[in-house]
């Protein structure tokens, strides 16, 4: 700089001395004086030196002048610079997408937040504010630009607005919208600038909570908070209870809220069940008791009651979550249940006895009557009529001996139900039946058709199943269609983990529409046949359920019946 | 053959029915028929000192349902003074017309008693048995 004035100032001067050598050449030429030979005068020479001097202080004091405004404005980009670099920073450190919005020519520009936040490629995102309404969710976006238009009129500075915007693939995110207006000199807005922040994981997050917190306001149990700081009953502090809670003990909220839980307790209270809980909540261990409580009014009812530690995310105990129910109602309906179980088992044991009792007397003198039978059996009798009589006496005794045996069977099946079960193989329980009936067999000659998928038939009573199919197949025999051979088909398969007997035969059937409820009833006849007391299905249903099984009946009159046993398979 | 057989009952029917089929199958020399428990108890009592007696029976048919001293408390006393140990030769057949499972089992219990037998006893049964015992 200093160079640069000093060459100006020598430039200044030769051009000084020269247009003065001039200056006096022409003068010379044409003045003819009588000084000619003097070149510069003294005179000359000083107003030289004082107009350079003069010309050199002149070029100081603009250098000055430069220098500040060089100073200033060397200054100012300083600044911008270090804003800038600033605003790059925050820019990459918040997760904010900005946008930039010229207002008079609808210029939008946003940063990378909508590529990064919302997934939307550079060449996808729009120039002007349409791009930006039009990507508001439909039901946010009334509500929005009402707010923003409403907002813009009446040029306040700050705006902030909730709602939903669509990324690049169709999803929504939720989002707060925060902006503020630039005014130029005269107040007239030409800028708006905002930051939108996804706030999607805490608005889940908030909704979800909400969500969690209707469990507690609305549920049927009372729910209770309580401080883990203990009063010196030990027992903690009511910090929350919910509207459930009110109405189960009549205690308010605000009446709650830093009582203890002893209000709950009384003297009729479980002094064990308190003691327990006490001991829990020392060693802030889950606790569940049933007890009597109290309620506001003192009236007493059962609550079932428990407690659970809650740990903060440090894992130390912060609170305690309490849920109760009122149990009143169980509690009485178990203790009625109760004493009618036991009355009901005392009358059945009494039944029972009764029964057994009955049996015998009856069974004592019968046993007489057919022992005395077996002995006239042997004597042989002379007078026809007598004979006729005594005949007559010993079809009717055995006839008698015959329900009563059945019956006793009935009530023996009926009172023991832990009868020995074992593995069986069918085939040997047919062949004991057939074997018992060689005599019918042989007299009617069925056709038997067995057909064994599966051989044996586990944890069954042998003599039950024996007595079933004895019964089964004396029916069939019995019940056989006059005019077609009698045909038995007897099978066995496994289904779904069920053993299967089927047993079917094409006799005289059952009218299954009239009889469906009476088939496995005690003393139901279905045909008038000398020989039917109507207690053998009776007898077949009770051993099979016995034994764990069900059996069911399908059966067309004129066409046969078929009986299906299912047994668990074990 | 038997030598000796006892039956006690209360119902005289069934004692002459007893004692009618035994004969009809000639089950045993000596049938001998006692109306309650107390009588029999007072027989073994007396000949305690003498268990190889000839007058001690070889099998007892034994009812249960009986008044004043039943058929269980007739097995009760008979296990408690320790007659089956001195009566060895003596077996015991329950006859009954009970029909109550937890009396077979109950009968079982008494280590003198070898059979549980339902009313009436028949000539069958009695063959039978004469040939196992």
């Known amino acids: ?570 | 053959m038997l030598d000796k057989v006892f039956c006690i009952d209360d119902d005289p029917i069934t004692l002459m029915l007893c004692k009618k089929a035994m004969q009809r199958v000639d089950f045993a020399h000596e049938i001998i028929t006692l109306q309650s428990g107390e009588e029999a108890i007072s027989f073994f009592e007396t000949n305690s000192n003498s268990p190889e007696n000839n007058d001690i029976p070889n099998l007892i048919f034994l009812d249960l349902n009986m008044p004043l001293m039943s058929g269980w408390e007739f097995l009760d006393i008979y296990l408690n003074r320790g007659y089956h140990k001195i009566f060895t030769k003596t077996s015991i057949i329950v006859l009954s017309s009970t029909i109550d499972p937890k009396d077979i089992e109950k009968s079982k219990f008494y280590p003198m008693v070898v059979n549980f037998l339902s009313k009436p006893i028949s000539k069958e049964i009695l063959q039978e048995l004469k040939s196992k015992l």
């Open chain 1, 1 to 570: 700089m200093k160079n640069n004035s000093n060459k100006i100032t020598l430039i200044y001067f030769v051009i000084l001395i020269t247009v003065v050598f001039l200056t006096q050449k022409i003068f010379t030429s044409y003045s003819f004086s009588s000084e000619t030979n003097s070149i510069i005068t003294t005179k000359e020479i000083v107003i030289i030196v004082l107009s350079i001097v003069l010309f050199r202080y002149f070029l100081y004091v603009n250098e000055k002048h430069n220098e500040i405004v060089l100073n200033k404005l060397k200054k100012s980009n300083q600044d911008i610079i270090e804003s800038k670099e600033r605003y790059d920073i925050v820019a990459k450190a918040t997760s904010d997408t900005i946008w930039d919005w010229k207002i008079d020519n609808d210029a939008f520009i946003w940063n990378k937040g909508i590529q990064s936040v919302f997934g939307y490629k550079k060449e996808e995102v729009g120039k002007g504010s349409n791009w930006w309404f039009e990507r508001i969710h439909p039901e946010d976006s009334l509500k929005m630009s009402v707010r923003l238009y409403s907002f813009l009129d009446y040029k306040t500075d700050k705006w902030q607005d909730e709602y939903r915007f669509q990324c690049a693939d169709g999803s929504y995110k939720y989002v707060i919208d925060k902006g503020f207006l630039v005014k130029n000199k005269d107040g007239k807005i030409v800028r708006m600038i905002g930051s939108i922040q996804d706030v999607t994981k805490q608005k889940e997050e908030e909704q979800r909570l909400r969500l969690l917190e209707t469990v507690i306001t609305q549920t049927n149990d009372s729910v209770m908070i309580c401080s883990t700081q203990l009063n010196e009953n030990s027992m903690p502090n009511i910090l929350f209870v919910n509207s459930a809670f009110e109405n189960m003990t009549g205690y308010k909220t605000e009446e709650s809220i830093g009582m203890s839980l002893d209000i709950l307790f009384g003297e009729k209270s479980d002094n064990q069940h308190t003691e327990e809980l006490k001991k829990c909540i020392r060693e802030y261990q889950v606790c569940e008791v049933e007890t009597i409580c109290y309620k506001k009014n003192g009236s007493v009812f059962w609550i079932n009651f428990s407690m659970i530690p809650v740990t903060n995310k440090d894992g130390e105990h912060s609170h305690w979550i309490s849920i109760q129910r009122d149990v009143t109602e169980v509690k009485e309906k178990e203790k009625e249940r109760e004493q009618l179980i036991r009355e009901l088992t005392k009358n059945n044991n009494d039944l029972k006895q009764f029964s057994y009792i009955t049996s015998h007397n009856l069974r004592a003198p019968l046993s007489n009557l057919t022992g005395l039978l077996n002995l006239i059996d042997d004597i042989p009798i002379e007078n026809p009529e007598l004979k006729e009589l005594i005949d007559g006496f010993s079809t009717s005794t055995h006839l008698l001996n015959d329900t009563i045996n059945d019956l006793v069977k009935a009530i023996v099946i009926k009172d023991n139900p832990s009868i020995k079960k074992e593995k069986v193989p069918i085939k040997e329980v047919f062949e004991n039946v057939f074997n018992q009936l060689n005599f019918m067999i042989s007299l009617h000659k069925p056709i038997l058709k067995i057909e064994l998928e599966e051989e044996y038939i586990s944890n069954i009573n042998k003599s039950y199943l024996e007595s079933i199919f004895l019964n089964l197949m004396t029916n069939s025999i019995k019940y056989r269609s006059t005019t077609t051979q009698l045909k038995i088909t007897i099978s066995s398969k496994i289904e779904n983990d069920e053993l299967i007997i089927s047993f079917k035969d094409n006799g005289i059937g059952i009218d299954l529409e009239k009889n469906k409820d009476k088939i496995f009833g005690l003393y139901q006849r279905f045909h008038n046949h000398p020989d039917s007391k109507g207690l053998g299905l009776y007898l077949v249903k009770s051993q099979v359920e016995s034994m764990g099984g069900t059996i069911t009946v399908d059966s067309k009159v004129g066409k046969g019946t078929t009986f299906t046993l299912n047994f668990k398979k074990q």
